[in-house]
């Protein structure tokens, strides 16, 4: 990762992506710059002398800004996302009880198409308590899909100068094979411990671990609600239409109420 590109539009809550976008480049050592994209050309001019305006007011008036004009939005941003020198934040302002816009349509469409982590700030990130990322928390749960995250999530915390800390909820509905913590703790934190072991001699790096209780979603964002300079990684599966509901309810649940930035990635 090279630079850290910022997608902005009309919202006010896009300013809060590019204000989590400035501090993570700054960071990272890297340069920042905000993208906006447009349905035709025609609109390109109008649109960058708006925004250029919105920056200046905001004292982002050093971020450059680039406006594209692109049928699809979700594939553009999702293609610049693939790119291995970029890292794509995003403001993620969808809303409930719309369960395909908990992310937001365009937002939830460039994490589909997108094959790298997209950093998100969601409806509730909290730009005070958050001010660099000394902590970055992976949500594993015993399945390969989950840790496919790790490999980013490991170098990105070399960069950062970060904490690695992994996460596993044991889901109290009983719906899931136990994966941590329970009735026996020995046995149940075996995976989360074994995991941390490997990605320590793998990677090199110092691992921590937690085991949280109950439901998925709350539990994660309870556990995370008192935090400070903290950034959550995760995988999603979730998919467009209302099979998201059940393949991505999760990761989007907790990107609704969380105050952190999120990284996301779709294997």
């Not at 700054?26 to 447009?38: E, F, P, R, T, W």
């Not at 090199?204 to 439901?215: F, I, K, M, R």
Request: charged share 20%; hydrophobic share 40%; glycine share 6%.
């Amino acid at each position: 990762m090279e630079k850290i590109v910022v997608a902005i539009d009309d919202s006010e809550g896009s300013l809060h992506a590019l204000e989590f976008g400035q501090k993570f480049a700054n960071q990272l050592g890297i340069d920042v710059s905000a993208i906006s994209v447009v349905p035709v050309q025609d609109e390109i001019v109008s649109r960058r002398v708006k925004l250029q305006e919105r920056l200046s007011v905001h004292h982002f008036e050093t971020v450059h800004i680039d406006v594209v004009s692109h049928d699809s939005a979700k594939e553009y941003l999702g293609e610049l996302a693939s790119r291995e020198e970029t890292g794509l934040c995003m403001m993620a302002h969808g809303r409930r009880p719309v369960p395909e816009m908990l992310i937001g349509s365009v937002t939830a469409g460039v994490v589909r198409r997108a094959h790298r982590p997209v950093y998100l700030c969601g409806p509730r990130y909290d730009s005070r308590a958050h001010q660099r990322v000394d902590v970055l928390a992976v949500c594993v749960d015993g399945s390969k899909l989950s840790e496919q995250i790790l490999p980013y999530a490991s170098a990105l915390v070399k960069r950062l100068g970060a904490r690695l800390q992994l996460l596993q909820v044991m889901d109290a509905n009983g719906d899931r094979k136990p994966t941590v913590l329970g009735h026996t703790d020995i046995m149940e934190s075996a995976y989360l411990s074994a995991l941390a072991r490997r990605v320590e001699i793998e990677q090199a790096l110092e691992v921590d671990w937690e085991v949280l209780h109950g439901d998925p979603a709350a539990s994660i964002v309870s556990y995370l609600a008192g935090s400070h300079n903290t950034m959550l990684a995760m995988t999603t599966h979730g998919r467009s239409g209302l099979s998201q509901v059940v393949a991505g309810s999760v990761s989007h649940e907790v990107l609704h109420e969380t105050t952190c930035p999120v990284a996301v990635l779709r294997p």
